[in-house]
């Protein structure tokens, strides 16, 4: 058997190893799922490069103190999760090496002062999710969950430990619901979204309700307290079905804020973290009474309403009309439309002329998608040569990639003028390889 020593982690949670040369030197890496850093390890090779080989984790020679037994009984097979065999805390030490090694090897920088990470409760945490549904003719079964790792099935779970319990003990009783409605073959998937008191389910469907379809949907929601959504195309066609008494919002308490959502909407999957999250930032931010600040990728304005509790004024920017229409309602709603300005706008083609255009800010706020924002960076960098007064002297950038904030890190840093001052992880998604961040750029 071969045997290797697990030297790390890489971002798919994978233990990395190295072969030895003939000379002893370190040669081909080896990726081994489910290896930890300190083992030593058995693998099969399923995939080889001429540089590296992928390879599934054999036994275990010598098990690292960190290796925990995953709680979940479906762990290994279901992709929902990653990490479960890591103990929580060195999962959150990871991911802060994961972004400190990106910082350094993709923005070559570094920050001056790393922040304690966010973490908060690792089990029940996932408030969204959106759990595919498969009817298995062969096995005579309709399966709702979360694909397989590596897989377009859909795994045989009955229960769930990052969903709430309520969720996880609804799996079954959604398997025999959907196996009893005529549009069995028509219900892809079900998106779910909770709020402070309202648990919203929406039903993906292909085709229209049938004959006794609507008393089974309701007499599942009034046993399951779930308020049903239908949606028949795209995410905005997605519509209240039954009940609709009341309303899907979630809680910013710290700034009184209750910010309304569509179950489609993009929401933090973390409440409890979003809330961290977000008084985190803030302070960072350090809004003082007389400034103007810009919430780039705004969505429905998760940011942008604490700040505007704080703030001269505030601006929010997003791409999609919708989101801004409802980010303005929900600022009107919680009483700061008068400190509150939205825009709809491509991010991603975002030039420093648009920024002269709005005028000077004290502060930014950039909370992009995976992406990044490098089309915002490069705008300051081309505004520091244009109008370098325009430039906030704080940003604080909020990211769910970290190489995409490595990225755009080396290019505010570099060429933009700023310095890194902190950076930090968020354990957003406990259990898993993604790694959520902060960082803040002072101007030089």
């Avoid at 310095?419 to 902060?438: C, D, I, Q, Y």
Wanted: proline share 6%; net charge neutral; aromatic share 6%.
């Amino acid at each position: 058997m071969k045997t290797i020593n697990i030297r790390s982690l890489d971002m798919d949670a994978r233990g990395v190893g190295h072969l030895d040369n003939e000379d002893g030197s370190p040669g081909k890496v080896v990726f081994v799922e489910g290896a930890l850093p300190g083992e030593v390890v058995g693998f099969n090779t399923y995939r080889k490069k001429p540089s590296w080989e992928a390879a599934t984790l054999g036994p275990i020679v010598k098990e690292s103190s960190q290796r925990v037994k995953p709680k979940c009984p479906h762990y290994g097979v279901c992709g929902g999760c990653s990490m479960q065999h890591l103990e929580p805390n060195a999962q959150v030490a990871m991911k802060q090496r994961v972004l400190e090694d990106n910082l350094a090897h993709i923005g070559k920088v570094k920050p001056e002062m790393v922040m304690r990470p966010i973490y908060g409760p690792t089990w029940g945490y996932r408030y969204r999710a959106r759990l595919s549904v498969r009817n298995v003719h062969k096995k005579g079964i309709v399966l709702v969950g979360f694909h397989e790792k590596k897989s377009r099935y859909v795994a045989n779970m009955e229960t769930c430990e990052i969903l709430p319990p309520h969720i996880s003990a609804m799996l079954m009783p959604l398997r025999d619901l959907i196996s009893s409605l005529t549009i069995i073959e028509a219900l892809p998937q079900i998106e779910l979204a909770i709020g402070e008191n309202v648990t919203a389910m929406v039903l993906r469907i292909m085709q229209p309700l049938g004959e006794g379809d609507a008393e089974k949907l309701k007499a599942f929601a009034d046993r399951y307290q779930v308020q049903w959504w239908l949606q028949t195309a795209g995410p905005d066609s997605a519509q209240v079905y039954s009940p609709a008494a009341s309303d899907l919002h979630y809680l910013l308490p710290e700034f009184g804020i209750k910010m309304p959502f569509k179950p489609t909407d993009f929401t933090q999957v973390n409440h409890h973290i979003n809330r961290v999250l977000v008084a985190r930032a803030l302070r960072l931010l350090d809004v003082q009474t007389h400034d103007r600040v810009l919430d780039l990728f705004c969505g429905l304005g998760n940011f942008t309403l604490p700040i505007a509790t704080l703030a001269r004024e505030v601006v929010g920017i997003e791409g999609s009309s919708a989101l801004t229409a409802r980010a303005l309602e929900n600022a009107e709603a919680n009483g700061v439309a008068n400190k509150v300005a939205f825009s709809t706008r491509n991010l991603f083609e975002a030039k420093a002329e648009d920024f002269i255009a709005l005028g000077k800010f004290d502060r930014f706020l950039i909370d992009p998608p995976r992406d990044g924002a490098m089309a915002v960076c490069q705008a300051l960098i081309d505004l520091r040569l244009q109008a370098p007064s325009l430039l906030p002297k704080r940003i604080v950038y909020v990211s769910c990639s970290p190489s995409t904030l490595a990225r755009d890190a080396g290019m505010l840093v570099t060429q933009a003028g700023y310095r890194l001052s902190k950076a930090g992880v968020v354990n957003m998604f406990p259990h898993t390889s993604h790694v959520e961040s902060m960082a803040v750029f002072d101007l030089e």
